[in-house]
């Protein structure tokens, strides 16, 4: 039974944007199940900020949110909108709002959602809450975002079925892992894997140093097989940077391969886990997190506040100030990164 409850808006609407995440359902599920049980009615939008300007929006009952706790992927769809970077795009986006009566909208995604949201509050008297979901985990705000989780797990799961082949043959496998601009997920691979070498985006890498030399004293300490995880966006120092066209889709990962062929003779053999991270069923820590980020979210819009993002620090869910929020740029952890370069020294 809804509780008679006083809320600062009427009828919210809710939009995933950007890379999806395992998580985003459960995340859509509790904005649906909170906002209805407050007595508030909830707009699903499809496609991102490219559904708010095409009016792809609707109406949504617990129905629609049954049984997707447990998927991957996201129900609303996701999308990168060109048209709402503009003014006319947010006008119409706006008008949009007015149509269906919108008084707020949870926007689910990465800073890029965010920044989008703040763009509309900023000039259209519509309240906007942020809930941090990305695979890279590179929402400098939040010490979590939702699919880090199980993308993690799912890269890990793979990579403990490379490294058995790998050690059968012994050869150098090359793994690349998803992270254009972030190397959290290729840190937190490396630890849970085991990694001979991790190499990220934000330490551009030297391959005698970064690679050749833990390969060499790992094979010194007996080691007959070696893992190398590549962040996609990781870059050589020596030539700079890759080009924009090879980040994804191997560029990096072929890249070190090749170098370990040529430097150390060593039979190497590359896989890109690519987007499998961006799927599967959500693990527990992502519904959970997800839940109780998309509970905590539709309470903020209730009490008339906006211009807040959902932020998980110090393993407490809070929010934050939207703008100071983006201001917050993603850093790895250094204890992680002094974890690894110890963990990698191979001997
Ligand atoms: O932002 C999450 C992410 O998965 C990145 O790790 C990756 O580089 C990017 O999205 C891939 O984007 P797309 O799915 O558009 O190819």
């Given amino acids: 039974m809804e509780k ?15 890379g999806d995440a395992p998580g985003m ?48 992927g996201t129900i609303l769809y996701t999308a990168r909108s060109d048209e709402f970077r503009t003014e006319e795009g947010r006008k119409k986006a706006y008008n949009n709002c007015r149509l269906f009566g919108l008084d707020g909208i949870v926007a689910i995604g990465g800073d890029g959602t965010f920044s989008g949201a703040l763009a509309l509050s900023s000039e259209y008297p519509i309240s906007v809450v942020g809930i941090p979901g990305t695979i890279d985990n590179d929402i400098g705000c939040s010490h979590y975002s939702i699919g880090y989780d199980t993308a993690a797990n799912t890269a890990i799961e793979a990579i403990d079925k490379i490294r058995d082949t790998m050690q059968s043959h012994e050869r ?28 990220v985006p934000e330490e551009p890498w030297d391959f005698e140093e970064d690679v050749a030399e833990k390969i060499r004293s790992a094979r010194i300490s007996g080691r007959t097989h070696f893992m190398i995880i590549v962040a996609e966006g990781a870059k050589r120092k020596a030539d700079g940077s890759l080009d924009n066209d090879v980040v994804g889709n191997g560029g990096a990962g072929y890249q070190v391969a090749d170098l370990i062929k040529e430097e150390l003779g060593l039979d190497t053999r590359v896989s890109v886990l690519g987007h499998m991270q961006r799927g599967g069923a959500p ?30 620090q110090d393993g407490v869910i809070t929010d934050m100030d939207m703008t100071e929020g983006l201001k917050m740029k993603n850093q790895l952890s250094d204890y992680e990164r002094a974890v690894v370069k110890t963990m990698t020294n191979g001997y």
């Fill in 283 to 312: 693990s527990a820590r992502d519904r959970v997190t997800a839940t109780n980020m998309g509970y905590y979210a539709v309470n903020l819009l209730a009490e008339g506040k906006t211009n807040r993002v959902v932020v998980r």
């Fill in 172 to 199: 150098c496998s090359v793994i690349e892992v998803m992270g254009h601009r972030a190397g959290n997920l290729a840190l937190y691979v490396g630890i849970a894997t085991g990694a001979t070498a991790v190499l």
């Fill in 25 to 72: 359902n459960a995340a859509v599920r509790a904005v649906v199940r909170t906002a209805l049980y407050r007595g508030i009615e909830v707009v699903g939008i499809r496609r991102g900020w490219h559904g708010l300007i095409n009016a792809d929006m609707f109406r949504m009952t617990t129905s629609d949110v049954s049984h997707i706790i447990n998927k991957g």
């Fill in 4 to 18: 008679e409850m006083k809320n600062a808006v009427r009828r919210i609407g809710v939009l995933t944007s950007g």
